[in-house]
């Protein structure tokens, strides 16, 4: 897809995974800190940040014709600058308007709806463009890796915020939280600016736009007739959708079943989240060992990541009916550590498949998938939770109630699995080549060696 002087350097791959850090700050500032805010400090129903959140989701369903903006300009960096510019300043107006549900409520929600529309349009057409760019100018090989290294910095920009950003928001104050948020979305637009300086190359290296391309609806229309991205659109959403119901229950779960306190089921959290982080070291470590072989291809990953999610969710049904002194703990860190092995793989497979097919159609290709992403994430917690309290009527005990959701979560992991299955079979079938394999050889070089 590009020539060798045009392919990135390990250092131009961590340069564009600080823009997905800086996406990631905003985004834990208005969807976890604002959150709280909300409903502790100023006591509002739960059900509205959810709301917001759901809307922040749903938003980016635009993303497949925000892909196609791109396509069509034949340029990504504008519109990753341009992303982020409005996802800076809808989280900034998102602070104002919790701040202003304080005093006004009603005219507080109407800004936060505006706020949280600005949020997802900007991630939408940021996060697309900036996939897009990834794979377009790392090579085949670095992909998958590119793909980690972007997903770590993701995480690395929610915890490095949500620690620096607490500590200044002490003692709290309305007027503290639009001051610390007008300051990371500074940051956040300025470090963007800075790692995507002179990484696309100038308006000569790009290639010649298709006319056809500036047909959204024919665009769309093409890459949903292609079988394998069609098949990794569905992928993802049966995927996503069974790892975002999770997050909403497991909390509850650890309380109302173990007798977790406030704290304690944070820290369970905080397990699962470290589990996936070891899941991606696991898979750039075994496929560095075994490149070459079949231990190293994204088939083997991709679907041995959902069947494992799915045997761990299984287990995390089976504690629970066992209830206070079952191995909860290793569970969730086992869950854990599946999704991260899963969700990297997916985004390798996604690098390497967003430009096979049509040509000039890789924003598109990149917008179906996110935006399937979207809304199973917009759909996810709200159906989990639905299903808890459905359960939880019907049934004895919350332990069986949360095992039947689990069960839920769980079969849509097998799903996933075999639809990952056929998107394999169909890309072979077009490309009449072998599997891809991940090379990560160079990750720990990238890290720091």
Same mark, same amino acid.
């Given at each position: 897809?590009?020539?060798?002087?045009?392919?990135?350097?390990?250092?131009?791959?961590?340069?564009?995974?600080?823009?997905?850090?800086?996406?990631?700050?905003?985004?834990?500032?208005?969807?976890?800190?604002?959150?709280?805010?909300?409903?502790?400090?100023?006591?509002?129903?739960?059900?509205?940040?959810?709301?917001?959140?759901?809307?922040?989701?749903?938003?980016?369903?635009?993303?497949?014709?925000?892909?196609?903006?791109?396509?069509?300009?034949?340029?990504?960096?504008?519109?990753?600058?341009?992303?982020?510019?409005?996802?800076?300043?809808?989280?900034?107006?998102?602070?104002?308007?919790?701040?202003?549900?304080?005093?006004?409520?009603?005219?507080?929600?109407?800004?936060?709806?505006?706020?949280?529309?600005?949020?997802?349009?900007?991630?939408?057409?940021?996060?697309?463009?900036?996939?897009?760019?990834?794979?377009?100018?790392?090579?085949?090989?670095?992909?998958?890796?590119?793909?980690?290294?972007?997903?770590?910095?993701?995480?690395?920009?929610?915890?490095?915020?949500?620690?620096?950003?607490?500590?200044?928001?002490?003692?709290?104050?309305?007027?503290?939280?639009?001051?610390?948020?007008?300051?990371?979305?500074?940051?956040?637009?300025?470090?963007?600016?800075?790692?995507?300086?002179?990484?696309?190359?100038?308006?000569?290296?790009?290639?010649?736009?298709?006319?056809?391309?500036?047909?959204?609806?024919?665009?769309?229309?093409?890459?949903?007739?292609?079988?394998?991205?069609?098949?990794?659109?569905?992928?993802?959403?049966?995927?996503?959708?069974?790892?975002?119901?999770?997050?909403?229950?497991?909390?509850?779960?650890?309380?109302?079943?173990?007798?977790?306190?406030?704290?304690?089921?944070?820290?369970?959290?905080?397990?699962?989240? &470290?589990? !996936?982080?070891?899941? %991606?070291? @696991? $898979? *750039? =470590?075994?496929?560095?060992?075994? /490149? #070459?072989?079949? +231990?190293?291809?994204?088939?083997?990953?991709?679907?041995? &990541?959902? !069947?494992?999610?799915? %045997?761990? @969710? $299984? *287990? =995390?049904?089976?504690?629970?009916? /066992? #209830?206070?002194? +079952?191995?909860?703990?290793?569970?969730?860190?086992?869950? &854990?550590?599946?999704?991260?092995?899963?969700?990297?793989? *997916?985004?390798?497979?996604?690098?390497?498949?967003?430009?096979?097919?049509?040509?000039?159609?890789?924003?598109?290709?990149? &917008?179906?998938?996110?935006?399937?992403?979207?809304?199973?994430?917009?759909?996810?917690?709200?159906?989990?939770?639905?299903?808890?309290?459905?359960?939880?009527?019907?049934?004895?005990?919350?332990?069986?109630?949360?095992?039947?959701?689990?069960?839920?979560?769980?079969?849509?992991?097998?799903?996933?699995?075999?639809?990952?299955?056929?998107?394999?079979?169909?890309?072979?079938?077009?490309?009449?080549?072998?599997?891809?394999?991940?090379?990560?050889?160079?990750?720990?070089?990238?890290?720091?060696?």
């Amino acid at each position: 897809m590009t020539d060798r002087s045009m392919t990135l350097s390990w250092l131009g791959i961590v340069r564009l995974g600080l823009v997905q850090a800086s996406l990631g700050a905003v985004v834990v500032l208005t969807t976890s800190i604002m959150n709280r805010v909300m409903v502790v400090e100023l006591a509002l129903p739960a059900m509205l940040p959810g709301a917001l959140v759901a809307w922040h989701y749903l938003v980016q369903v635009l993303r497949p014709r925000l892909g196609h903006g791109s396509d069509a300009g034949g340029r990504r960096t504008p519109w990753i600058i341009g992303g982020m510019t409005t996802m800076a300043f809808g989280g900034f107006l998102a602070a104002v308007a919790t701040a202003l549900m304080g005093t006004n409520l009603v005219a507080g929600v109407a800004l936060a709806i505006v706020a949280f529309t600005l949020v997802g349009l900007g991630a939408g057409g940021s996060g697309t463009a900036l996939l897009v760019l990834m794979a377009q100018r790392a090579g085949p090989a670095r992909r998958p890796a590119a793909a980690t290294i972007a997903w770590v910095l993701m995480f690395a920009g929610f915890v490095v915020t949500a620690a620096t950003s607490g500590r200044f928001l002490d003692p709290f104050t309305p007027a503290r939280l639009v001051e610390v948020t007008a300051c990371v979305a500074v940051v956040a637009l300025m470090l963007t600016m800075l790692a995507v300086w002179g990484v696309e190359g100038a308006a000569r290296h790009v290639a010649p736009v298709a006319p056809e391309a500036r047909g959204f609806v024919l665009a769309l229309r093409e890459v949903w007739s292609e079988p394998a991205s069609r098949r990794f659109a569905i992928f993802v959403f049966l995927s996503m959708l069974a790892y975002s119901a999770l997050e909403l229950i497991l909390d509850p779960f650890a309380g109302q079943v173990f007798g977790f306190t406030p704290g304690a089921s944070t820290k369970l959290s905080g397990l699962q989240h &470290g589990g !996936a982080l070891a899941g %991606m070291i @696991l $898979v *750039a =470590l075994v496929t560095n060992a075994a /490149a #070459g072989t079949r +231990a190293a291809s994204l088939r083997v990953w991709t679907m041995g &990541g959902c !069947a494992a999610s799915a %045997m761990a @969710l $299984v *287990a =995390l049904a089976a504690v629970g009916l /066992a #209830g206070p002194g +079952a191995p909860l703990q290793p569970v969730v860190f086992v869950l &854990g550590l599946s999704n991260g092995v899963f969700a990297v793989a *997916a985004i390798g497979s996604m690098m390497q498949l967003v430009g096979q097919g049509a040509s000039a159609r890789e924003g598109v290709r990149m &917008g179906l998938w996110g935006a399937a992403q979207a809304v199973a994430f917009a759909g996810g917690g709200i159906v989990a939770t639905t299903l808890s309290d459905i359960a939880r009527a019907v049934l004895d005990s919350p332990a069986q109630a949360y095992a039947c959701v689990f069960g839920a979560e769980a079969f849509l992991f097998v799903l996933a699995a075999r639809q990952a299955a056929f998107v394999y079979q169909s890309q072979a079938r077009r490309t009449s080549a072998a599997i891809p394999v991940v090379n990560t050889s160079a990750i720990v070089s990238a890290s720091g060696g």
